[in-house]
């Protein structure tokens, strides 16, 4: 079954310290897809990154890097630095290749509600 | 270029009541998603579409119908409203399943009493 965990319900830190979040997924398929969301305080939410199954490289953007590892079925997110505008809930989400039964649904975990205090 | 905009932003409805939401995108986006957000919870999926004229079910359809006569426009309607139903309900749209990022609205707080 597809699952995504997020086991940090909750992460305070301050300002300038690095920060981690992790995500851990299961899926039975070969060919997915993983997402990061930010939900500020304002509400919305917005797309962060975008990996696939078959790319395992690590990316930077920024302050922001994430480390997606298959061995471990774990795509973390690592905010250098920190800042008090990264105050957020971060969501990680998994999607499967669309096929019959597949009802084309992110599977999304609950969240990490990051505070980042000055 | 708006993205995805959704009215209203909040709504209180009394049990009973029915009410429409509104979602539109401008990105020309294939797929269209409606959620809601419970406190603390994640996303869950109520309906979806793949194009216009084609809807179907997510994870919690019950108590909600959509539609989709056009590419832009993907409303959900809300009839016999319950406390149950009081949740943040979010618009979202993509280019493709899958492999595309999903583009969200701002937000509908809605409030059943």
């Known amino acids: 079954a597809q699952k995504v965990t997020q086991a940090q319900t909750e992460i305070s830190v301050v300002e300038k310290e690095d920060v981690t979040l992790d995500c851990v997924y299961e899926?039975?398929?070969?060919?997915?897809?993983l997402f990061w969301y930010k939900q500020p305080p304002s509400g919305e939410l917005v797309f962060l990154i975008r990996?696939?199954?078959?790319d395992e490289q690590n990316e930077i953007s920024g302050r922001y890097s994430w480390n997606f590892q298959k061995s471990t079925s774990s795509f973390n997110f690592t905010i250098t630095a920190s800042q008090v505008v990264d105050s957020a809930v971060y969501f990680c989400?998994?999607?499967?290749?669309?096929?019959?039964?597949?009802?084309?649904?992110?599977?999304w975990g609950l969240g990490t509600s990051l505070a980042v205090n000055p | 270029n708006a993205g995805v905009t959704q009215t209203p932003k909040f709504r209180i409805l009394k049990i009973g009541q029915s009410m429409t939401l509104q979602c539109t995108q401008d990105m020309n986006h294939n797929y269209m998603y409606w959620y809601r957000q419970d406190p603390g919870m994640g996303l869950k999926l109520i309906y979806y579409?793949?194009?216009?004229?084609?809807?179907d079910k997510g994870e919690v359809p019950n108590g909600y119908n959509v539609s989709r006569s056009t590419t832009e426009d993907f409303p959900l309607r809300l009839e016999l409203a319950a406390p149950s139903q009081t949740s943040v309900y979010f618009c979202?749209?993509?280019?493709?399943?899958?492999?595309?990022?999903?583009?969200f609205g701002p937000g509908t707080r809605l409030t059943v009493t």
């Open positions: 989400a998994l999607s499967e290749a669309p096929r019959a039964g597949n009802n084309r649904k992110l599977i």
């Open positions: 979202a749209s993509s280019y493709a399943f899958s492999s595309y990022e999903q583009y």
């Open positions: 990996r696939n199954s078959f």
């Open positions: 899926t039975r398929d070969t060919t997915y897809y």
């Open positions: 579409s793949v194009g216009a004229g084609i809807t």
